[in-house]
């Protein structure tokens, strides 16, 4: 049954994805189960999604219950979900300013173009350059494919929108280098993911601020992925005491239910973005607003960003014993629950062995093994993980 709907899956979807060959049915806490009812152990969350796990009941009632309410109306109207979800977003990220997205990728594109308008306001002249960082990756849609460092994304659709210079993560003088009088942003993930799972050091961070401030340049921070308790923080930016102009975030902000947001402060907010600069057909929608709202609720409830900094360590260490084991890792590398096994080659042989054996992972570039599960997991889910990936790299080093 599984291979008649991969099968099919193959006749009828556009192939822009090497699909792992399992079929997926449903999912409760930190498990997931194929159509043919095996059991996986969820160390992916949907790429740092449910970060919940699955089946949570008041979620998921909440999410009924909206739905027999209100799913959509545009934003010609208000609606209460949306604006109870903004006024809490306000309060964990300290940021004045928000508009909801679809998506990770829509926020960077509006970041960006609130960036540009910003500029823009200043001098009336739309020349103005960006700055992003190599082996960062923002999103797959023009502008956020345009700022994203890593050229086998872009080569086949440039030009992008322009006027984009790239600068090394945490290499303050490079970034220094690119700095002209046009330069309207900086732009990185605070924590880089698909680029390999480099958090920006304190030094970086603080540098790159007092330059923004020195020269009325945004900084511009992509929490995406590194964001909503998965470091420890709330977002990622608020360890290191450095606060975005504009920030994005998305993936855990909905726990399933696509939605993103960017915002900002109120000084980028009052002078940026103007009624008929930017729209959304559905973002901020109530469904949308539901699943915010409960989220950030039941993080508060669940204790999520203590359980984080409770779990993290015990994760790490027993990462770091795999990496003393096998010569094969290299080292281990992240922050909170986001980390990566960086090997000396490919790590696709170890992800495949893995999900024969229940584990799901994720790899971030073609040698690191990405960890990036619900952040509900415990300790005894980090001992069945490194026990399954234990024996995989045993299998292999033989």
Known sequence: MMQQYIEEAEKALL???????????????????????????????????????????????????????????????????????????????????????????????????AARKYAYLKDGKTDHEIIAMNHSFHGRTMGALSVTGNPKYREAFEPGIGNIKFAEMNDFDSVLAKVTDKTCAILFETVQGEGGIYPATQEFM?????????????????????????????????????????????KALGCGVPVGAFLMTEKVGQNSLVAGDHGTTYGGNPLAGTAINKVLDLFEEYNIIEHV???????????????????????????????????????????????EKGLILINAGTDIIRFVPPLVITVDNVDEMIEILDACFAECAE
């Not at 990496?323 to 094969?328: C, E, G, L, P």
């Open 309 to 355: 900094r409770e779990v993290a360590p015990y994760l790490e260490q027993k990462l770091d014993g795999l990496a003393a084991k096998y010569d094969y890792i290299l080292t281990r590398r992240g922050a909170g629950l986001m980390q990566g096994l960086v090997c000396k080659g490919p790590v696709s042989g170890i992800i495949n062995r893995a999900l």
């Open 15 to 113: 192939h822009t994805y090497n699909r792992y060959q399992v079929v997926l049915d449903k999912g409760d806490g930190v498990n997931l189960y194929d159509i043919e009812g095996k059991r996986y152990l969820d160390f992916v969350s949907g790429i740092a999604v449910f970060a919940l796990g699955y089946n949570n009941k008041a979620y998921n009632d909440a999410l009924k219950a909206q739905i027999d309410k209100l799913i959509h109306t545009s934003n010609y109207y208000y609606n209460v979900p949306t604006i109870e979800a903004a006024k809490k977003l306000k309060k964990v990220s300290g940021m004045d300013r928000i508009f909801f997205t679809n998506s990770g990728a829509e926020a960077v594109e509006g970041a960006l173009k």
């Open 206 to 250: 603080e540098k790159v601020r007092a330059l923004c401030d020195e020269k009325d340049i945004l900084l511009i921070l992509d929490e995406i992925q590194c964001g909503m308790g998965r470091t420890g923080y709330m977002y990622a930016w608020q360890k290191y005491g450095v606060k975005p102009d504009i920030m994005t975030t998305a």
